[in-house]
T-cell receptor, first 116, second 113 residues
Framework: GAGVSQSPSNKVTEKGKDVELRCDPISGHTALYWYRQSLGQGLEFLIYFQGNSAPDKSGLPSDRFSAERTGGSVSTLTIQRTQQEDSAVYLC??????????????FGPGTRLTVL | AQSVTQPDIHITVSEGASLELRCNYSYGATPYLFWYVQSPGQGLQLLLKYFSGDTLVQGIKGFEAEFKRSQSSFNLRKPSVHWSDAAEYFCAVTREYGNKLVFGAGTILRVKS
């Protein structure tokens, strides 16, 4: 079956612009995660959605970052007023449910964001 | 707070040689440990995981890892490396009911023929 897909694969934007990154999880997966992979910070957790529960936003680095998940499926990560330090690869993952024991996180190929 | 240290940024091994990638974690409770591999332009793929029980776990692609609580380590090994193993490897930890993976900085593996 299809894996996690992300779009666009690459995004170049100018400082101060808003960007939207999209994630399509594996069908039937109720849990969805966003991570950021940057040269300075490595791989870091951003946000987690599980079903209809309130998302865990504890990893979002600033209030310029937000994410939503519509209909329990597709998720959009929005970065407002982008800064050069936002340049990174944004990875999305999904799993069949919460908790790591029985629910492997499957990762998408990522969106490479470059802020000029 | 959980943290993961991968002391080696780069490792180069000859094809056919054995491999060991080091991972040390810091965590107060029982950790759930993972190794992921990332090939250029690809997402992360799970190689293996440890939750409890036998401290030597087998994974895909001929990899194995050993959990050593006394050393807070979870080193990844492979007896004979293939050129296709060249990639970046990440060790990660979470707690029993955790949903955030905490990753190490990664180790880039180069394989020379």
């Amino acid at each position: 079956g299809a894996g996690v897909s992300q779009s666009p694969s690459n995004k170049v934007t100018e400082k101060g612009k808003d960007v939207e990154l999209r994630c399509d999880p594996i069908s039937g997966h109720t849990a969805l995660y966003w991570y950021r992979q940057s040269l300075g910070q490595g791989l870091e957790f951003l946000i987690y959605f599980q079903g209809n529960s309130a998302p865990d936003k504890s990893g979002l680095p600033s209030d310029r970052f937000s994410a939503e998940r519509t209909g329990g499926s597709v998720s959009t990560l929005t970065i407002q007023r982008t800064q050069q330090e936002d340049s990174a690869v944004y990875l999305c993952a999904s799993s069949t449910g919460p908790g790591p024991r029985y629910n492997e996180q499957f990762f998408g190929p990522g969106t490479r964001l470059t802020v000029l | 707070a959980q943290s993961v240290t991968q002391p080696d940024i780069h490792i180069t091994v000859s094809e056919g040689a054995s491999l060991e990638l080091r991972c040390n974690y810091s965590y107060g409770a029982t950790p759930y440990l993972f190794w992921y591999v990332q090939s250029p332009g690809q997402g992360l793929q799970l190689l293996l995981k440890y939750f409890s029980g036998d401290t030597l776990v087998q994974g895909i692609k001929g990899f194995e890892a050993e959990f050593k609580r006394s050393q807070s380590s979870f080193n990844l090994r492979k007896p004979s490396v293939h050129w296709s193993d060249a990639a970046e490897y990440f060790c990660a930890v979470t707690r029993e009911y955790g949903n955030k993976l905490v990753f190490g900085a990664g180790t880039i593996l180069r394989v020379k023929s």
